[in-house]
């Protein structure tokens, strides 16, 4: 079943959860709102054609046993950078260029990944489980939705991969508390999958572009954390408490005008 | 299953039910006399089915019925029923339980089918009360039947009791067994945000009915100031109620959304 199908139910996300702890009035505007956002920005932009591009390259090894030709995840890259570039909402303007800093991350990614392709199980694979209260136990009623990035298979075990295309390597706190992987771990277990392997690969994006891997490690402590964040924030949204929270990051939102004059 | 399996599962059968899971019934209007409240019997098998999953209780029943007369002179009937829930799940063909409980219920009906109907739900209820479904929506006894009809005689619950008070339910400064946790992160009761059940149904009733999605979720947002998965509860019993309806629409506006100036209908 498609992502989009899953949204339509009553869902919360990483990504919503993210949100919400960056700040609360983001949280209202993006989604309880559903106001359209200014820009999107460069950073959206080349994080969602890297992946789209990584997809086509780990999709080509599970179908046809066979690693792409470079060209073809170029293409696929360029196709969804251009699919932004029609979309409602305009690119955020910057002087970076997206097309070139892409072509640098993939080119880099794919001379280390060819080497040693993995056996790959799902790409992309879209999840919608159920979500008890850490205390009660009650089924809430949203489901937690997402996408693992790429599952794959080593050593007899099961490791689900989450892409990231960042401005700098993640340190080990991120990694260490990144709600995504949690999620997945929850979503694993909930699936059936056991108990699977966590890893983040990161293509860096700095003056010097990097590939960086890092496996994640997720305990039942982190899920009851996650399942105590998310009824928190559900709580805290019925209350409608939608505060702003001005930071750094006020300077690259897309609601920054909307919320400076409200 | 150890202990604490065991409390996590009796805390999951327990939890609060929704709002609109709750029946009260006027006793003015069923001619009992006295008022009751209670857990409607299908949010009762749907917590079992949820927590324990198809096929993870087995309810058996011996039910008894006996003719009788009203107030007004008119036959009735008096139906008992004795029910033995057991939980538990099928192995090899065979359910092996590992909790059990017997109860008693009773209905009174002018319909024969409907007495026999009325007991077993009220036997059933009762029952899954012992494991805790549907207990923090009472204070006492449950005394739910909701068939009005001319019986004015009181049913029989099989355990001596008669027609009690109305529980109280519990209110906003009640607090339950749950713990502090649950006091600052509301159950699905206690939630103002539409149901699941609701925005299907919404979703659902725009699609049978042809409209455009798109331009529904925008008038949606431009009536309520929200999008359709944020809507409160009352305003999605709204409008489900107006597209449903078929009697105060004013035909489709000319937009293709069938949304009108005053609601939402096709």
Known sequence: MQLEKLREGLHVSASQLRTYMTCPRKY?????????????????????????????FYRGIMERSAVPEFEECKTAFREALAAARKGVVPIEETETDIEA??????RLFYDGARESPPVVLA???????????????????????????????????????????????WSQDQVRHDLQITCYRLAAAKLGMGEVGLRVQQLVKTKTPSVV?????????????????????????????????????CLTCPFRRRCASE | MDTNEKKKLYLALSAPFPAEAIERTDGRQTGRGYDTTGIKYQYIVNRLNDVLGIGGFRAERTISVR?????????????????????????DGRFVPFAEAVADGGHISTNEADARKGAYTNAFKKAAAFFGVGKSAYEGTLDDDNVPGEA?????????????????????????????????????????????????????????????????????????????EYLSRRNASTIITELGGNGASQGNGGNGVGVHHDGFGG
């Open chain 2, 152 to 228: 004015t005689v009181r049913p029989h619950t099989g355990d001596g009791s008669s027609s009690a008070p109305a529980p109280r339910l519990p209110g906003p400064d009640d607090r339950d067994e749950r713990g502090s946790a649950a006091q600052t992160s509301p159950s699905a009761n206690e939630r103002n945000r539409l149901t699941a059940p609701q925005l299907a149904t919404i979703v659902s009733m725009v699609r049978r009915r042809g409209l455009n999605e798109g331009a529904f979720r925008q008038q949606v947002k431009e009536r309520y100031g929200c999008t359709v």
């Open chain 1, 28 to 56: 209202e505007y993006r989604y309880v709102r559903g106001v359209e956002p200014e820009f999107t920005t460069a950073a959206l932009v080349l994080g969602t054609a890297t992946h789209a591009a990584l997809a086509l």
């Open chain 1, 101 to 106: 800093q892409g072509a640098a991350l993939l």
């Open chain 1, 123 to 169: 790409v992309e694979y879209p999840f919608a489980v159920e979500l008890n209260h850490p205390t009660t136990g009650e089924v809430l009623q949203e489901r937690l939705i997402g996408g693992m990035d790429l599952v794959v298979q080593e050593a007899g075990r099961t490791t689900v991969v989450e892409h990231k295309t960042a401005s700098r390597k």
């Open chain 1, 213 to 249: 891997t890092v496996e994640a490690e997720r305990g039942e402590r982190d899920i009851n954390d996650l399942l105590c964040i998310i009824v928190g924030i559900l709580g805290a949204v019925d209350a409608q408490a939608f505060f702003p929270v001005r930071s750094g990051k």
């Open chain 2, 67 to 91: 003719e009788t007369t009203t107030s007004t002179g008119r036959t009735a009937f008096e139906s008992g029923c004795e029910i033995r829930l057991a939980l538990g799940e099928w192995a």
